[in-house]
């Protein structure tokens, strides 16, 4: 199997406050893991790239100082919002490529968050 | 620049209607071809991978195939329950980590 886990699932928050997303692969190791973000009726955008005890690679126009990463083992990725805003409102969705296997990614459950 | 275009944006079908889903790509090298299967408010299943022209790839009602250009998500006979949002996504050689995802293909089928 290829199991990835997300927590929470929905968080709704204050602005201003910061909010902590788990990334977990249950059932295999993943080196490699990615943070999307999804708008509503609209396809994933990357926001960054999860490396196993390195620092996550971002892409463009995504702030690595308000979406902070840390995939400090081989089977947790973590995504903290800081300072959130309602703008930062959105779905985000966490995958995880399989250690040793290509290309394929296996995605999570997906967080709903809510910036009131 | 490298893209992946989806087609049809919407699709509407009766249970037992067969129909294919396109995935158009201009990408420098292409590494792999991916189909996900989106539920409303879930993230991407994972269907299939291909990744070379010919390759083709099946599971259940679902059949995807891959030429130099596109792809397609053949599905034969559908139930209610293969209603759902079809993403369709590309890595290339250039990068080995980045993968362009389609805007996807939401598939209705009607009883």
């Known amino acids: 199997g290829a199991v990835v886990s997300q927590h929470p699932s929905r968080v709704i928050c204050k602005s201003g406050t910061s909010v902590k997303i788990e990334c977990r692969s249950l059932?295999?190791?993943?080196?490699?893991m990615f943070w999307y973000r999804q708008f509503p009726k609209q396809s994933l955008m990357l926001m960054a790239t999860?490396?196993?005890?390195?620092?996550?690679?971002?892409e463009q126009g995504v702030e690595k100082d308000k979406f902070l990463i840390n995939h400090a083992s081989l089977t947790l990725s973590t995504l903290t919002v800081t300072s959130a805003h309602p703008e930062d409102s959105s779905f985000y969705i966490c995958?995880?490529?399989?250690?040793?296997?290509?290309?394929?990614?296996?995605f999570g459950p997906g967080t709903r968050l809510l910036v009131l | 620049e490298d893209q992946v275009t989806q087609s049809p944006e919407a699709l509407r079908l009766q249970e037992g209607e067969s129909s294919s889903l396109n995935c158009s790509y201009t990408v420098s090298g292409l590494r792999g071809l991916f189909w996900y299967r989106q539920d409303p408010g879930k993230g991407p299943e994972f269907l299939f991978t291909?990744?070379?022209a010919g390759e083709e790839k099946e599971k259940e009602r679902l059949k995807a195939t891959l030429t130099k250009k596109e792809s397609f998500l053949h599905i034969t006979a559908p139930k209610p329950e293969d209603s759902a949002t079809y993403l369709c996504a590309v890595a290339m050689k250039t990068s080995y980590d980045k993968v362009i995802f389609g805007p996807g293909t939401s598939l209705s089928v009607i009883p």
């Open positions: 995958s995880a490529r399989k250690t040793g296997v290509k290309e394929t990614q296996y």
């Open positions: 999860s490396n196993e005890g390195s620092k996550a690679t971002y």
């Open positions: 059932d295999f190791q993943a080196t490699t």
């Open positions: 291909l990744y070379s």
